[in-house]
């Protein structure tokens, strides 16, 4: 889009290139008063509030949208800022110069330089406008009634009244909490507590399938609602809803736009190393806002800033069970590579694996590198038939997971793809090369906590074969055993679990 200035300073855009227009970065860009008696668009407000958006984005016209900015319900800002040497991207906040380009743009007619961080989203270039919307925001539903009748652990309890504290007082917190946890059930009372005070709440995730599992959870505890799941191929992308479940990804299109925002597994990847998506977070709050933290290994720099009392902390070192978590053994296995290259696998690991396929349990084996998963799999594939293998591009990783569900599968064979997230009732878990780096403290207590989730089966067994113990692998059975201390201590073990006596 370019622009034209209309002798009172209002920008006239138009979508076809004439002589003597200008790009957006080159004009000043001042936000109109509200005309009080305009008949806003309510379509448009429920698509543009608390977000930036691209005209492209959204699936209005353009004199639509030219209507509303002159009554003052929505405003043109540009998508790059420059000045000096610096530049930065408004919409991810990517203020690299390596990663911005430049190219010969046909709509300004001369080099445009474009953000390479979020273009996946749709380019944003120097004659790039971005769409908000500044008339009054939508109503939330006077009835927001939470439907479920379970009931907490005393750990997801007290977590719980300490989220309805959060709400209420606009606070910062971190729920730590093991595992197993039921950390969805822990966040409902909150939730209920904002909506009633008319707060517009976003779940947010580093991972799609965490958005899938939890979007129709909500809806079924919150049926007066219409909960929007936001992830890369959803079609919910211009609606409004006063509860979001989003990926961190799709936050680059948010800004003030929630007063309370939940982020499960903040230790995840990617949002864990990419200061963008962090940065995405924290541009879709409002001013005054809550905000939890959820996850069950936070990072050594959050575990400290949780022991130095600079951030309210509540930890649930239990799973809803009441069960302790399965503690890791280590088993020592030579060089498996080596041993690998020879078709063969470490006797420990086989002996261990025929122990099991003999029963009813199944197994998952994690590796370190899709590169292993063939070779492992054809040498196990002549113990047992009844073995797959499965990794992040695997086009049939959702059906392969689910036939492991069904127990259709004895053993399945995966990278750290599996590491959070999935639940399977009756399994034992190992580690083939526990000692590579890609297994930190963090993602090895996520593959522990793959063991015993169920009620009926809370007990597994967990084995990290290597050839060399690290750091990681240390401090991940440390942190385990810590928390079954911590949990026996206060009380939330069964008796007979080291509990209560
Ligand atoms: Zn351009
Ligand atoms: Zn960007």
């Known amino acids: ?48 509030q608390g977000k930036k958006l691209l005209l492209e984005e959204t699936t209005f016209s353009l ?16 998508a790059i800022i420059k000045n000096h040497k610096q530049i930065m991207c408004v919409r991810c906040g990517n203020d690299q110069l390596k990663l911005f380009a430049s190219f010969y743009c046909a709509r300004c007619r001369r080099k445009c330089t474009y953000c390479r961080n979020c273009v996946m989203m749709g380019r944003l270039s120097e004659c790039t406008p971005l769409l908000s919307w500044t008339g009054p925001d939508a109503p939330i539903p006077a009835v927001c009634r939470l439907d479920w009748q379970g009931t907490l652990s005393s750990g ?10 959060a709400v209420e007082q606009s606070m910062e917190m971190l729920v730590w909490a093991v595992c197993g946890a039921g950390k969805t059930e822990l966040l409902f009372k909150g939730i209920e507590r904002a909506l009633q005070l008319k707060k517009r709440v976003c779940i947010a995730t580093p991972r799609t399938d965490v958005v899938l599992e939890l979007a129709p959870r909500l809806q079924q505890v919150f049926p007066d609602i219409n909960v929007i799941a936001l992830y890369g191929g959803s079609e919910d992308k211009l609606t409004y809803s006063p509860l979001l479940i989003s990926t ?8 003030k736009a929630f007063d309370l925002v939940i982020l499960d597994e903040m230790d995840a990847f990617p949002y864990s190393v990419d200061k963008t998506l962090q940065y995405a977070v924290r541009k879709a709050r409002k001013q005054n806002s809550s905000m939890v933290y959820l996850t069950a290994t936070p990072n050594k720099s959050w575990q400290r800033k949780c022991q130095d009392n600079k951030i309210d902390y509540v930890t649930i070192p239990a799973r809803f069970h009441q069960h302790p978590l ?21 006797f420990t690991l086989l002996t261990w694996l025929k122990e099991r396929l003999i029963t009813d349990r199944q197994v998952l084996l994690f590796l370190p590198k899709i590169a292993y998963l063939q070779k492992v799999m054809s040498i196990l594939k002549k113990l047992d038939s009844n073995i797959e293998s499965v990794y992040a591009a695997d086009p049939m990783r959702l059906e392969k997971v689910k036939r492991m569900r069904n127990k259709e599968i004895k053993l399945l064979i995966t990278t750290t793809i599996l590491e959070r997230g999935v639940t399977f009732p ?10 590579d780096a890609v297994f930190t403290a963090s993602a090895l ?50 008796p007979c679990m080291g509990g209560d006596k």
């Open 1 to 48: 889009m370019l622009f034209r200035l209309s002798p009172d300073n209002e920008l006239l855009p138009t979508l076809t290139y004439s002589p003597g227009l200008s790009r957006i970065i080159d004009l000043p860009c001042h936000p109109r008063t509200i005309n009080p008696s305009f008949p806003y668009n309510k379509k448009l407000q429920s698509a543009l």
């Open 63 to 78: 004199e639509e949208i030219q209507t509303h900015y002159r009554n003052g319900y929505c405003t043109y800002q540009p």
């Open 156 to 165: 997801q309890q007290h977590a719980s009244e300490k989220i309805v504290t």
């Open 248 to 255: 961190t990804h799709q936050l680059y299109r948010y800004e």
């Open 326 to 346: 399965p503690v890791p053994h280590f088993v020592w296995c030579g060089n498996w590579e080596k041993k690998l290259r020879r078709e063969k696998l470490p």
């Open 426 to 435: 009756n399994i034992d878990v190992a580690v083939l090369g526990a000692e």
């Open 445 to 494: 207590i996520q593959i522990a906590g793959r063991a015993g989730r169920s009620v009926k089966n809370p007990f597994g067994d967990v084995a990290f074969f290597h050839y060399g113990k690290t750091k990681s692998m240390v401090e991940a059975k440390q942190q385990i055993t810590n928390s079954n201390k911590e949990a026996a201590k206060k009380g939330m073990l069964l």
